[in-house]
């Protein structure tokens, strides 16, 4: 299985040392342990999908679509929108399709699978150590025993070593083993997922122990001819994994997505470039199996670098210069690099630099004598080193390389935690492409998978259609929408509490009073009547303990209710922006109780057009008041009266891989008033989970049920409308059968039949479609599908009740619609009913008077949880600021999950406003 320790002292063939263990130090660079790691995280993805709707900024991993010139949805010349095709339908959704609203013609980024009756042999490819002389046949051989094994590393960690060089290195050792035995493989079609699982349409005559599974493709017939109810999720993955094999060789692959590394192009940075791929998915649809193809772009080094001391020396680290090694070490964390001074090149995986020189680093020889890195390398290999900062490799056992013999690996992607603010807006633009542009890529990427290896594809029965499925939706009626712009539904006409404003960026202290003027106007403008504010003020920040003196003086001393507060665009006291917005949330959402409305301190001197406006809208849904609302008469028809149910939201906040502490944050927001808004929110934090499910949610909803009561004249109310965010269809069964009774048992508290219709609501999936003609009726001619575009037809999936809705209308990019199952719903409505009711609930956001992506009521709940998880890093990052050396962070993390879930989990003042907006 070759040498773990990759070339380290006892294996002979250089490298770096071995440390710790002994003996000489045959290789290239010093292995002991220890050293600073640097920070940064792995993880991300690509970007995409600039959709247009109310949804700001990007959370998490990115979205996709592929690259092309940025610019709005209009229709650009020359490119003409692929011809789509109907198919029969086969086997319909379970809900029936809705009739009300105008048809229109679409196009899919959907592409008709056709299958034929195969069986599939699926082989589990399993490599396993050498055995031991002398032991037993079968039985599995440990590179080293208990007895002799270093006594920092368990049996547990050589296994997890042993299948990760497993999982890295089994395509090639099943290369090797196609070489070898040629006549064995010999018209043998098989498709290889890299790891375990091998798949063949003939039987291998080789020793095999068993072959795992008999899968027979002929139940895809079956089940769209109504012979059999359910289609297995297995031999949709063998098609799935049929495409990934065929088109990994064409394409370089990075996060289960493709690159085409021929698409390569600059921006303006000089760190990054963008490439171009796509993603793809086999689905069931009403018209069979289907490939679901949707662009990416994402970022990959600078090829200009080729030297990591190149790299580095962009972030200024020279000879005695360390500061900014925590800046550097966020972008070359795992990178790859190779060195060429020993007889062959060795590839590692870099963990950061270390503030330590080859000049500081000793370590003895053979004859026990101690010598530098540096004079190791002068002696050894006649190699001057320079005084710069040794890098330190991942692993157990970890090494330390003088930085001008690290060489980069080329074409290496980047997670989103590598690049910086400035790549990623560009990226965002790259990635954003008209819908004719969007489907003309796709069409290549078709055709490409249509034409690539078809003897294989012929062997598995299997052939896809180039063409796009075309299908017909429905543009639902837009509402009438009381509130009209230029004014107000209900402006809080006359605020009487004090308020204040204060800024963290000293540079425009001159300017910060003009500033608080133009608050007051503007707000007058929109009828609300703010008096003069104290104070008004811009304050340096030397450290986060700070933050608390300040609204200490403001909210307590001064008395202020609501705060203006400006965040600095670049780092002060020892805090990033983003840190500093966390501290504001935290004490001012939970110590003080008071509400704040924070803004860029650039928008001091020079404020974007309609900044003010936009701005005034949150301002006034915090007060209390109110901006647009959808007219009740929009809601005739449905089956429940308006004052009498409850619209609530459902999100869970998952930390990143990267972050330190894992405790997810779930949140719950229901409406109290008739007019849908008006809110109150439950949070409860937790330990993240697999299945991601909410743990307290009988609590969570007794609190929402508690809050309807208390507004509504001790009425709880008839119906729970529920919207749940953050579920994949591998989940709506744990929902069913684990939330929907919390959700139970918390009615069963009030001693009323409450009706219960829980919806699941999508937003990260990659179904896309567009008008199949131009839409020449606005300013400019687009392909964007109108606001309330519904399609419950051709691409749903016939297992479930479903559709998809645009309820936005995207002037950027291709619109992404959301895609709705209901799982439960007590009263029976119609898909046009449902349809109908997901389509208003969209409406009456304080954040905008415009229609956005997903309902309200669970745009509240990501918001609320999305601040709560601020609250959380907020907790974390002051108690880290006295944290000392050999402190528990889990035993930390758990104190902070007591203190968010005590009974009171933000302040009083404060709780039953919508804080988060």
């Known amino acids: 299985m070759g040498d773990f320790n990759r070339g380290g002292y006892g294996g002979g063939r250089g490298g770096g040392y071995g440390g710790g263990r002994g003996g000489g130090s045959r290789g290239g660079g010093y292995g002991g342990g220890g050293g600073y790691g640097g920070g940064g995280g792995y993880g991300g993805g690509g970007y995409g999908d600039r959709t247009g709707g109310d949804r700001g900024g990007y959370r998490g991993s990115g979205r996709g679509r592929g690259g092309g010139p940025p610019g709005s949805s209009f229709v650009p010349q020359n490119v003409e929108m692929p011809k789509p095709i109907r198919h029969q339908t086969l086997v319909a959704c379970e809900n029936n399709a809705g009739r009300e609203g105008k048809p229109v013609d679409l196009i899919s980024n959907y592409f008709k699978l056709s299958t034929s009756d195969k069986v599939v042999l699926h082989y589990n490819f399993d490599i396993s150590r050498v055995p031991r002389e002398g032991a037993k046949t079968g039985e599995k051989s440990s590179p080293r025993s208990r007895s002799n094994s270093s006594s920092s590393e368990s049996m547990d960690e050589i296994d997890a070593r042993l299948e990760r060089f497993i999982k890295k290195f089994s395509p090639v050792v099943l290369e090797k083993l196609i070489v070898m035995k040629p006549e064995t493989f010999k018209d043998i079609p098989y498709c290889y997922d890299g790891y375990k699982n091998l798949y063949t349409t003939k039987m291998i005559d080789f020793k095999v122990r068993q072959i795992s599974q008999r899968i027979s493709l002929k139940e895809v017939e079956d089940y769209y001819k109504k012979v059999q109810p359910d289609l297995s999720e297995k031999v949709v993955s063998i098609y799935e994994q049929l495409i990934r094999f065929i088109m990994g060789k064409q394409y370089s692959t990075f996060q289960r997505k493709f690159y085409d590394m021929t698409t390569i192009q600059s921006g303006k940075s000089d760190l990054a470039q963008f490439v171009n791929g796509y993603t793809s998915g086999v689905r069931m649809t009403e018209v069979g199996l289907a490939v679901n193809l949707h662009l990416k772009t994402t970022c990959i080094l600078h090829t200009n670098f080729t030297k990591l001391s190149d790299l580095t020396a962009r972030f200024g680290i020279r000879p005695r210069s360390f500061s900014q090694l925590g800046e550097v070490n966020r972008m070359i964390r795992h990178l790859k690099f190779f060195t060429k001074h020993t007889k062959r090149e060795l590839t590692y995986s870099i963990d950061g630099l270390i503030s330590k020189t080859p000049r500081d680093i000793k370590f003895k020889q053979r004859d026990g004598a101690e010598i530098t890195i540096q004079q190791y390398f002068q002696n050894e290999y006649k190699i001057p080193i320079e005084d710069l900062p040794l890098v330190k490799t991942t692993g157990k056992q970890a090494r330390f390389l003088p930085l001008e013999l690290c060489f980069l690996q080329p074409n290496q992607f980047l997670s989103n935690s590598k690049i910086g603010s400035q790549i990623q807006n560009e990226l965002l633009l790259k990635s954003t492409n008209t819908p004719n542009v969007y489907f003309s890529k796709l069409d290549g990427y078709a055709k490409k998978i249509a034409t690539t290896d078809t003897e294989l594809q012929k062997e598995f029965g299997m052939e896809l259609n180039p063409n796009p499925i075309g299908l017909q939706g429905r543009v639902l009626p837009t509402p009438r929408q009381v509130g009209e712009r230029g004014s107000l539904f209900r402006p809080v006409r006359q605020y009487s509490h004090k308020w204040a404003v204060v800024c963290f960026d000293q540079s425009q202290n001159n300017r910060i009073k003009d500033f608080a003027n133009q608050i007051i106007g503007k707000a007058r403008a929109c009828e609300i009547n703010l008096k003069d504010p104290h104070p008004v003020v811009c304050i340096a920040l030397n450290s986060p303990g700070d933050i608390n003196n300040i609204f200490y003086n403001i909210a307590v001393k001064a008395q202020a209710k609501f705060i203006f507060v400006g965040i600095p665009q670049r780092s002060t006291g020892g805090m990033t922006p983003s840190q500093i917005y966390g501290l504001v949330k935290y004490h001012c959402d939970q110590l003080y109780g008071v509400v704040t409305q924070c803004f860029k301190s650039d928008y001091i001197s020079e404020?974007?057009?309609?900044?003010?406006?936009?701005?005034?809208?949150?301002?006034?849904?915090?007060?209390?008041?109110?901006?647009?609302?959808?007219?009740?008469?929009?809601?005739?028809?449905?089956?429940?009266?308006?004052?009498?149910?409850?619209?609530?939201?459902?999100?869970?906040?998952?930390?990143?891989?990267?972050?330190?502490?894992?405790?997810?944050?779930?949140?719950?927001?229901?409406?109290?008033?008739?007019?849908?808004?008006?809110?109150?929110?439950?949070?409860?934090?937790?330990?993240?989970?697999?299945?991601?499910?909410?743990k307290k949610l009988n609590e969570m909803i007794f609190d929402l049920l508690n809050g309807f009561h208390k507004s509504n004249n001790s009425q709880f109310p008839d119906n729970l409308i529920i919207f749940r965010d953050g579920v994949s269809e591998g989940q709506f069964e744990k929902v069913i059968k684990t939330e929907i009774p919390l959700i139970q048992a918390a009615i069963n508290k009030t001693g009323k039949k409450i009706k219960i219709t829980l919806i699941v609501v999508q937003k990260h999936h990659n179904t896309r479609f567009a008008l199949t003609e131009a839409n020449t009726s606005g300013r400019k001619p687009t392909y964007n599908v109108p606001s309330g575009t519904v399609v419950d037809n051709t691409i749903v999936e016939p297992l479930y009740k479903m559709f998809y809705l645009n309820s936005h209308f995207s002037a950027l990019g291709t619109s992404k619609p959301s895609k709705y199952v209901i799982l439960r719903d007590d009263l029976n409505m119609s898909a046009d009913q449902i349809q109908k009711l997901c389509f208003l609930a969209c409406y009456n956001s304080i954040r905008t008077r415009n229609v956005i992506a997903i309902p309200t009521a669970v745009r509240y709940a990501d918001l609320c949880a999305y601040r709560s998880k601020i609250h959380v890093e907020s907790q974390r990052m002051m108690v880290d600021t006295v944290m000392q050396e050999g402190d528990n962070k889990e035993e930390i993390e758990a104190k902070i999950i007591e203190k968010l879930n005590s009974v009171v989990q933000v302040n009083v003042n404060v709780r039953n406003r919508l804080y988060y907006c």
């Open 607 to 694: 404020a974007p057009r309609g900044y003010f406006e936009n701005f005034l809208l949150k301002v006034n849904g915090k007060l209390g008041g109110l901006n647009a609302v959808v007219d009740s008469n929009a809601l005739r028809g449905l089956p429940f009266q308006m004052e009498k149910c409850m619209m609530v939201g459902l999100d869970v906040n998952h930390p990143a891989e990267t972050e330190a502490l894992s405790t997810s944050v779930s949140a719950a927001v229901g409406s109290v008033d008739p007019l849908y808004s008006e809110y109150v929110a439950s949070i409860r934090a937790q330990k993240k989970d697999k299945d991601e499910m909410i």
